[in-house]
């Protein structure tokens, strides 16, 4: 009898898992234990992935205008966690959940969409390069998590979606350049061969791209239920933290 040799894959639904799993580290660190930096290391690969799942997203609902209303209302009831978690305070402007980068992306998606459909190839480049820029200053304007370098990694999944090879090696680039080069942030210093480099833990955002890699486009379980438990995961488990960190600390 000969065995199948399958390749490893991921679903949707484990995406989901994986990325709720990884926020949850860094929201850990960020609330209870900043002593233990390997949890926002493993933090750094929460984002790259729901970008990822967003991208996604688009290219698969049967109805965005719905899609994008329960993301906006779930980006406002998330707002009071997320500036309890991270300003100590019910109202925090210097900082917006991450919906709302989504958003942003998902708006500029639309826009690049419409323009693909009007104008010739040569000229929709161009406004999608344009689009793409705006959504990186709405990013910066808004304040919104993972600032305009969040807006990208969006739209660069949504550009180089297809599981090709040539699509692969662009993301590792673009998440090179997004997460390495301008994000950065602390580093770590490692010797190598008798030099030191220095590798930012924003880096760690790389690693995402094996279970991105892995997806296989299967959907896996899927029901109501978990979908609103995937929403209503970000502001309560902020809650939940935020809960546990006034009585402890």
């Known amino acids: 009898m000969i065995m199948e040799n399958k390749r490893p894959d991921i679903s949707s639904f484990g995406l989901h898992i994986l990325a709720m799993a990884f926020m949850l580290c860094d929201h850990m660190w960020a609330t209870l234990f900043p002593g233990l930096e390997w949890l926002t290391c493993a933090g750094r690969l929460a984002y790259p992935i729901f970008a990822f799942m ?58 690049i969409e419409k323009c693909r459909a009007k104008f010739k ?45 040539k699509n692969r090696l662009l993301q590792l680039i673009c998440m090179y350049i997004l997460n390495v080069e301008l994000l950065g942030g602390l580093c770590y210093t490692f010797t190598l061969f008798g030099q030191d480099f220095e590798f930012p833990q924003q880096g760690f955002a790389l690693l995402s791209l094996i279970p991105i890699w892995l997806y296989s486009g299967r959907q896996g379980f899927r029901s109501k239920a978990f979908r609103y438990f995937c929403y209503a995961f970000y502001p309560v488990h902020m809650l939940l933290l935020v809960g546990v960190r006034s009585l402890i600390l």
Do not use: C
């Not at 980006?75 to 309890?84: G, K, M, R, S, Y």
């Not at 100590?88 to 900082?95: C, G, L, N, Q």
């Open 54 to 111: 967003i991208a996604e997203g688009y290219t698969h609902t049967h109805d965005l205008r719905k899609y994008m209303l329960r993301l906006l209302f779930w980006a406002a009831v998330t707002e009071i966690p997320f500036n309890l978690m991270y300003g100590e305070s019910v109202f925090y402007p210097f900082h917006q959940n991450v919906l709302w980068t989504f958003l942003i992306s998902l708006l500029m998606i639309i826009l």
């Open 121 to 165: 190839p040569a000229v929709s480049v161009i406004l999608s390069v344009l689009i793409a820029v705006l959504g990186y200053i709405a990013g910066y304007v808004s304040m919104a998590d993972y600032f305009g370098e969040g807006v990208l990694m969006v739209l660069m999944f949504y550009f180089f979606r297809a599981p090709n090879l």
